[in-house]
């Protein structure tokens, strides 16, 4: 019987040590363990990210760049063995104070890695991050209702899980902004997430079809830019909407619309180009919806490396344009899109174009 319960006790101990491990191993100073700290829960094929320990270069001075697969591959993996990252647990960053940057990708079969609510939680030092999608997972929508791309129940980012503030979490820090994020078109939908403080650039390079869903940037204060690359199908509604310290964007090739205020109030994007908003050469951006860049600052833009077919509604509403460059392909352009745009200066395009289009501004026949 006594060897029973010692056994019993062995087990428990063992088992509590493997949880404080999962618990607190993002932390610097909370596990002696140095670098990318990874398990392979019981029934998973992939490893999960539970934890890292600050570790140094050859010189003793602090590691501040991680590629999280890179680094797990080096770790656990070898020639004959391809380690496979799924999830990033919840705090498994939590109150790192050496990394500046870390790049995310997802090798994972079909693109189905997964980030915890709060995986980077309280982070001291993050300038950089780039990450396979927005949110939770890839499997968000662009905008209500969106029949393309469906997925099989329960793998759905949705409402607070496809935010960009999601994988920092909700838990106040004394060394975070406070952002507080829209993720509906209702005063109660929204979520308050505490980011790192230093973090100003973040790169979407997706690995796996995405879209960069709705609401996912909305309202944050300091980001001033944003990369997109990869196979991005889609900016979603209000996407960027407030951003008023964005002023540099790439959009890429593969996007073929632009929803409903995705820009809109984006005040800081003035330029057109490699300093500013612009899009990869060869686009196949074929759909600019409603007020998308209603209120921003931009002076200038070029449609005519797209396959643009229509222009919405209010699209460029009292924007700062002075010259515009239309597409060959333009089809449509929207009642009020270009109306008070104040110094626009254009000849009328060969297209249908709606009422009051051009209000407010200097168009030539």
């Not at 998973?44 to 697969?69: H, K, M, P, R, W």
């Not at 070029?302 to 333009?330: E, M, P, R, W």
């Amino acid at each position: 019987m006594k060897k029973v319960i010692k056994l019993f006790i062995i087990s428990l101990l063992t088992f509590a040590s493997v949880l404080g491990l999962i618990a607190c191993g993002g932390a610097d100073g909370k596990t002696s363990e140095k670098g990318i700290i990874c398990t392979k829960l019981s029934g998973d094929d992939f490893y999960t990210v539970i934890g890292y320990g600050a570790e140094q270069d050859e010189s003793g001075n602090d590691i501040t760049t991680l590629d999280i697969a890179a680094a797990a591959q080096t770790k656990y993996g070898n020639d004959n063995t391809v380690i496979v990252v799924g999830r990033i647990r919840a705090g498994a960053f939590d109150g790192n104070t050496s990394l500046t940057e870390i790049i995310l990708k997802d090798n994972t079969e079909g693109g189905t890695l997964t980030i915890d609510a709060g995986a980077f939680k309280n982070m001291r030092a993050l300038k950089k991050i780039t990450l396979p999608f927005i949110g939770a997972n890839r499997f968000s929508d662009a905008d209500y209702n969106a029949s393309e791309p469906a997925y099989g129940d329960g793998l759905k980012a949705t409402d607070k899980e496809r935010l960009f503030g999601y994988i920092f979490g909700e838990e106040e820090n004394d060394a975070a902004a406070k952002v507080t994020q829209s993720y509906g078109d209702t005063e109660s939908q929204t979520a308050t997430f505490y980011l790192p403080a230093t973090l100003t650039q973040i790169t979407v390079n997706a690995d796996n079809a995405t879209c960069v869903p709705m609401y996912a940037f909305c309202n944050l204060p300091q980001i001033a830019s944003v990369t997109l690359q990869g196979n991005i199908n889609a900016i979603g509604r209000k996407a960027f909407n407030g951003m008023a310290h964005l002023k540099k964007v790439n959009i890429p090739a593969s996007v073929k619309t632009v929803y409903d205020s995705a820009f809109e109030n984006a005040t800081s994007l003035k330029t057109f180009g490699d300093d500013g908003f612009k899009i990869d050469s060869g686009s196949l951006l074929e759909e600019i919806k409603n007020s998308a860049f209603k209120g921003t600052r931009l002076t200038e833009f070029d449609f005519s490396d797209t396959q643009v077919k229509v222009i919405g509604d209010y699209a460029f509403y009292g924007s700062a344009l002075k010259t515009i460059d239309f597409s060959a392909t333009l089809e449509t352009i929207g009642a009020y899109a270009f109306a008070n745009s104040k110094d626009l200066s254009i000849t009328e395009p060969t297209c249908t174009i709606g009422v009051n289009a051009f209000a407010g501004t200097d168009l030539r026949a």
